[in-house]
């Protein structure tokens, strides 16, 4: 049997990861004994997707824009990388609330 050639232009396989960016205080009005956190998933960096956030525009959410002090990597390390965009979207989601449960504030989705 023949193997089966792949074009040698293909573009790399595209590999999505979850990211947590911790927020001020400031963003809620609720009392929080640990720093309130944003996760989101990006097929990019995830040190470019912080920046994409802190300079606004479509692609920046509320939160990250006003709020973000710094990528929480510690929190990241065991997380990823995916292969889709729709696992991508539910380790977000287990991320976030896995985080919830130990009594963080999070933002998502």
Same mark, same amino acid.
């Given at each position: 049997? +023949?193997?089966?050639? $792949? ?16 927020l ?8 929080c004994?640990? %720093?309130?956190?944003? /996760?989101g998933? $990006? +097929?990019h960096?995830?040190a470019y997707?912080? /920046?994409q956030?802190?300079?606004g525009?479509?692609l +920046? ?5 006003r ?5 929480? *990597?510690?929190?990241?390390? %065991? ?5 889709t965009?729709?696992? %991508?979207? +539910? ?5 976030a ?10 933002? *998502?989705?």
């Open positions: 049997m +023949a193997k089966r050639r $792949t074009p040698r232009n293909r573009p790399p396989a595209r590999v999505y990861s979850v990211y947590i960016i911790e001020s205080r400031e963003c809620t009005r609720q009392p004994a640990l %720093a309130p956190l944003y /996760v998933q $990006t +097929a960096d995830p997707r912080f /920046v956030h802190k300079a525009g479509k +920046a959410a509320g939160k990250p824009h709020y973000g002090q710094r990528l929480r *990597w510690d929190l990241m390390k %065991a997380i990823g990388p995916l292969p965009r729709a696992r %991508a979207e +539910a380790a977000e989601k287990a991320v609330e896995a985080l919830e449960r130990r009594g963080h504030r999070v933002f *998502w989705g």
